[in-house]
Nanobody
């Protein structure tokens, strides 16, 4: 059984930083594409960053480029999202996701397994 468990969310002031973690069990994170998505109230779930399986190729939403970094620790079977220079518009529930293929899709529909989400709130 695949489980993804996010942690690291919280309340931070604008300009601050947070690091989200996604611990996986039941599958090897390095073998499949994984990603971070977020959903604000009343909005569609959107891609934040994705990382290809069996490699380190990454892609980011334009709104987070240069501020967020997705990474993976294969030894810990854990994925991370380092978020710097946070803005109030980054406020959302952040989800980690794992695909069944190694190519990273920018669409949420390309991911089969999802965590429960972690709230990130950025105050102005």
């Amino acid at each position: 059984q695949v489980q993804l468990v996010e942690s690291g969310g919280g309340l931070v002031q604008a300009g601050g930083s947070l690091r989200l973690s996604c611990a996986a069990s039941g599958r090897t994170v390095s073998s499949y594409a994984m990603g971070w998505f977020r959903q604000a109230p009343g909005m569609e779930r959107e891609r934040v960053a994705v990382i290809r399986g069996s490699g380190r190729s990454t892609s980011y939403a334009d709104s987070v480029k240069g501020r967020f970094t997705i990474s993976r620790d294969d030894a810990k079977n854990t994925m991370y999202l380092q978020m710097n220079s946070l803005r109030p518009e980054d406020t959302a529930v952040y989800y980690c996701a794992s695909a069944t293929v190694y190519l990273a899709s920018p669409q949420a529909s390309g991911y089969k397994y999802w965590g429960q989400g972690t709230q990130v709130t950025v105050s102005s």
